[in-house]
């Protein structure tokens, strides 16, 4: 599978020239096989440096490369897809606070619905 399209890949790289800002994320990686989340944010002019949350058996923002995403082999010649119906619907800070409180990171509305009103009376 191609993991990241010319449209998603022109998205990714855009949010990466405007560091800083709390952006939606735009892809959702992940293993098809067992532990693995990545909802991605950012890509770096270099081509290979994504910015997002990632969940290894504990979720972290930080950066990762595309390339080892890319490599990785999978039993059964699988390896690291993305979700095809996946819509980012927050900002990243969002997901990265509710996957905080819950231990692995979170996709239901519910959740990321209480996440966001907590990180908005957060900042009042």
């Known amino acids: 599978m191609i993991l990241l399209t010319q449209d998603l890949r022109a998205r990714l790289l855009a949010n990466g020239r405007r560091r800083g800002l709390d952006h939606v994320p735009v892809v959702k990686f992940f293993n098809p096989l067992g532990i693995g989340t990545w909802l991605v944010t950012e890509l ?38 993305r979700d095809l119906l996946f819509e980012g619907a927050f900002p990243l800070s969002v997901y990265a606070w509710a996957a905080h409180k819950a231990g692995r990171i979170v996709l239901d509305e519910r959740s990321l619905r209480f996440a966001a009103a907590a990180l908005q009376r957060e900042g009042q």
């Open 44 to 81: 770096d002019e270099d081509g290979d440096t994504l910015f997002g949350l990632a969940d290894l058996g504990e979720p972290e923002l930080g950066s990762f490369s595309l390339a080892e995403m890319e490599a990785v082999q999978l039993p059964f010649g699988m390896g690291i897809e």
